[in-house]
């Protein structure tokens, strides 16, 4: 397959990606703030620099997109068809990267949450669920646990 825009508006395109303040980590800052939870944001100190970082709870957040995170199952992940073996190789390093991140905030004694995209555009009302990892005894939990089948076209 081949790309419909050129090689330098598809590059000014990619580098226009933001890596935090996006539209979901937004929604679910909103959605913490309301309910009275207090955070702080990309804890530059903490392995991986979390989204969201709640002392109280030792909770760590991260807000991931689904494509460049690679949520196994979900329709938002696949890799492109222009370039295949660059994009499998820079999206296991994003998931391997986040795994040592994961397990280095656990060694320090926090818990981590991981919030996925598609949970956002299709569950995004059940966000509330979140709320029962903050005193559960879990050290890694996602939400949602499985991807959402993804809406048909209408």
Request: hydrophobic content about 40%; glycine content about 6%; charged content about 30%.
């Amino acid at each position: 397959m081949v790309d419909i825009v050129n090689r330098e508006t598809r590059s000014r395109m990619m580098s226009g990606i933001r890596g935090k303040d996006t539209s979901p980590e937004l929604s679910v800052r909103r959605f913490l703030h309301a309910r009275g939870y207090r955070f702080r944001l990309h804890r530059k100190d903490f392995p991986g620099t979390p989204d969201l970082v709640l002392a109280k709870y030792k909770v760590a957040i991260f807000v991931h997109g689904c494509f460049w995170h690679q949520h196994q199952g979900c329709a938002y992940a696949a890799t492109p068809a222009t370039r295949p073996d660059f994009w499998a190789s820079k999206l296991a390093g994003n998931a391997e990267r986040d795994s040592r991140h994961i397990e280095a905030l656990i060694r320090l004694g926090w818990r981590v949450l991981i919030i996925w995209e598609c949970g956002l555009r299709h569950r995004g009302n059940e966000l509330c669920e979140i709320e029962a990892f903050f005193e559960a005894p879990d050290t890694v939990a996602e939400w949602p646990q499985r991807p959402p089948k993804a809406r048909s076209p209408k």
